[in-house]
T-cell receptor
Framework: KAGVTQTPRYLIKTRGQQVTLSCSPISGHRSVSWYQQTPGQGLQFLFEYFSETQRNKGNFPGRFSGRQFSNSRSEMNVSTLELGDSALYLC???FGRGAEQFFGPGTRLTVL | DAKTTQPNSMESNEEEPVHLPCNHSTISGTDYIHWYRQLPSQGPEYVIHGLTSNVNNRMASLAIAEDRKSSTLILHRATLRDAAVYYCILRDNDRGSTLGRLYFGRGTQLTVWP
């Protein structure tokens, strides 16, 4: 069974641009959660999608948004990028909302 | 969110057992104790979880105190591949608002020496 895949793996953007990151969950998994990891703040929850609906949202500004498609694939978007958005963005999928989460390798975003 | 406390770092020699402690004195009756670990340059991976009884799987064992205010993740024979940050996380699956999210603290950085 293929694991969680995230594309792209690396991304370099400049301040003010926007970016879209993609996550393909494990086949059969319907819940997708997103996390941001930085050296200063550690791993922080961004949002969770289940059955194409956002179920939970972390404490991030509205510039961070996401969506989930009918095949459970998910995308997250960050608009008007700031230097502080440089981070590793991790996606995790699970069969159900409370089940163990399987993480992808992450997308390393660098904002210049 | 129920809080956990872990040592910042621990060290072990290869092939020795490792006991990683976690304190969670404010744990509620419906909180499960989960452990994840993050190997260098990888996303976190699930290790084990339990509610009240000790649990074993192919990766590790989880020992839970009788009062549930603390737990210990046990790696029976550490290998170099076990060097990672280990996170102890409480999950309340009865609380809809917290389903689907994991609260990661700083975790314990485990160093394994050859």
């Amino acid at each position: 069974k293929a694991g969680v895949t995230q594309t792209p793996r690396y991304l370099i953007k400049t301040r003010g641009q926007q970016v879209t990151l993609s996550c393909s969950p494990i086949s059969g998994h319907r819940s997708v959660s997103w996390y941001q990891q930085t050296p200063g703040q550690g791993l922080q929850f961004l949002f969770e999608y289940f059955s194409e609906t956002q179920r939970n949202k972390g404490n991030f500004p509205g510039r961070f948004s996401g969506r989930q498609f009918s095949n459970s694939r998910s995308e997250m978007n960050v608009s008007t990028l700031e230097l502080g958005d440089s981070a590793l963005y991790l996606c995790a999928s699970s069969f159900g909302r409370g089940a163990e989460q399987f993480f992808g390798p992450g997308t390393r975003l660098t904002v210049l | 969110d129920a809080k956990t406390t872990q040592p910042n770092s621990m060290e072990s020699n290869e092939e020795e057992p490792v006991h990683l402690p976690c304190n969670h004195s404010t744990i509620s009756g419906t909180d499960y104790i989960h452990w994840y670990r993050q190997l260098p340059s990888q996303g976190p991976e699930y290790v084990i979880h339990g509610l009240t009884s000790n649990v074993n799987n192919r990766m590790a064992s989880l020992a839970i105190a009788e009062d549930r205010k603390s737990s210990t993740l046990i790696l029976h024979r550490a290998t170099l591949r076990d060097a990672a940050v280990y996170y102890c996380i409480l999950r309340d699956n009865d609380r809809g608002s917290t389903l689907g999210r994991l609260y990661f603290g700083r975790g314990t950085q485990l160093t394994v020496w050859p």
